[in-house]
């Protein structure tokens, strides 16, 4: 689990990451990007991203079940957040 802040370097490149897996591609220079990060030195919650994306194939045909993977984690990770932010919301007034 990452205990520093995230350097402008790794906020490039997992911003990178979220949008292309938002528009459902993944190019391969974010792809060796991401591959010059530590797992263990990003934010928790891109840990399972990183790490899944080392030395990952760029066939395109493994790409597409690579995205659609990373897409569902995403996804989960999201709907973690929310439910956590939910119930630990501030009262409004």
Known sequence: MATTTPTVEQKQILGALLFE???GQ???????L???LDRNDVPSVF???VGFMH?????PHL???VITHLVRELAGEASQLADERMSNQPPMF
Do not use: F, H, K, Q
């Open 55 to 59: 030395g990952m194939s760029t066939e």
């Open 63 to 65: 790409r597409y079940t």
């Open 21 to 23: 897996l938002m528009i």
């Open 26 to 32: 993944l190019t391969d220079e974010t792809i060796a």
């Open 34 to 36: 991401v591959d010059t």
């Open 47 to 49: 840990n399972e991203m």
